[in-house]
């Protein structure tokens, strides 16, 4: 019989636990000192930014940043329009709480997400409606002015991040994928002993890597096959036998949780995903390892 408890030991992941809220000034290389301002390539001075770490706010990016954009359907119909910027993290800060060393060590890491359409990753189609960039020297970005097709509602105030390293166990969905048999009528033992190890699902809970804390079902298996072109709104019928077993089998080892972002409140701001939902950024393994950001796929689970 399988020994619960030292399965979850074995298999528990660092993560970086976040915390969101208070006002974030966009400050010149994340901190109250004024940096001196540089020519640009059109003329006239601009400032020169350093990329601290903070939800929303203006992005920094480097010379011949291109404003992401997604063609999606909301309310308003099919349009395109300019990603939301979420958050960015100043590596050479964040660093020190990744005691796996899995996130490059300098540079800054940016989120976008369109907010829209607020795409749920379960189409082929969704490709592009979350971006991730990997901005290697931070001494070479600028602060982003927003498109000026991009509505007030979507452009997020400024928000300080604080970070912690904290201990993550794997949730009930991923641990059931290779051991579903042997789970049987086992599922209450396996809440009590994540409690007794201190894993927490309750509140909000924003993190980057560790294991996801899904509202639904397992993500990585639909990550791995809506990357294979299967379309999973209606189910999944039409995937192969062996396109599943595949999935379910390496998944959990090949995706990686990158960012995971619950409801965001401060003050009179409120940022929602669906009913009570998350967004989760997830990246191959391999690609993290060769800083490869271009293929992260976002999933949006909801109550």
């Known amino acids: 019989m399988i020994d619960i408890k030292k399965e979850l030991i074995k298999t528990a992941r660092n993560s970086i636990r976040l915390t969101i809220g208070g006002a974030a000034e966009q400050t010149l290389g994340g901190t109250d000192a004024a940096m001196p301002a540089t020519e640009s390539q059109t003329g006239g001075l601009r ?42 993290f100043d590596l ?20 976008f997400y369109e907010l829209n359409s607020m795409a749920w990753g379960y189409d082929p189609d969704d490709n592009g409606c979350a971006r991730v960039y990997w901005f290697e020297d931070a001494n070479a970005l600028h602060t982003a002015e ?21 201990k993550s166990y794997q949730n009930g969905v991923d641990f059931m994928l290779q051991r579903e048999n042997e789970m049987t009528e086992r599922w209450d033992e396996f809440d009590e002993v994540r409690e007794r190890l201190g894993a927490d699902e309750d509140g909000e809970i924003s993190k980057l890597l560790g294991w996801a804390d899904p509202i639904q079902g397992n993500m990585t298996t639909e990550c791995e096959l809506v990357s294979r072109g299967y379309y999973l709104g209606d189910g999944w019928d039409d ?56 293929d992260v796929w976002l999933i949006m689970q909801c109550c």
Do not use: H
């Open 47 to 88: 400032p020169k930014a350093g990329g601290g770490t903070r939800f929303g706010g203006k992005p920094d990016v480097p010379d011949g940043f291109k404003w992401p954009y997604f063609e999606g359907e909301s309310y308003e119909g099919v349009k395109n329009r300019p990603l939301s910027f979420i958050a960015q």
């Open 92 to 111: 050479e800060e964040i660093s020190r709480y990744d005691t796996e060393n899995l996130l490059p060590k300098t540079g800054v890491l940016s989120f």
């Open 146 to 166: 927003f498109p000026d097709d991009m509505e007030a509602c979507f452009r997020l105030p400024a928000l300080k991040i604080t970070a912690a390293s904290e």
């Open 239 to 294: 995937v192969t036998p062996l396109d599943r077993q595949e999935a379910e089998q390496w998944s959990a080892q090949d995706w990686l949780p990158l960012f995971q972002l619950d409801m965001v409140e401060d003050g009179d701001f409120e940022l929602m995903f669906g009913d009570g939902g998350r967004i989760y950024y997830y990246i191959r393994r391999d690609d993290l390892a060769a800083r490869k950001f271009d």
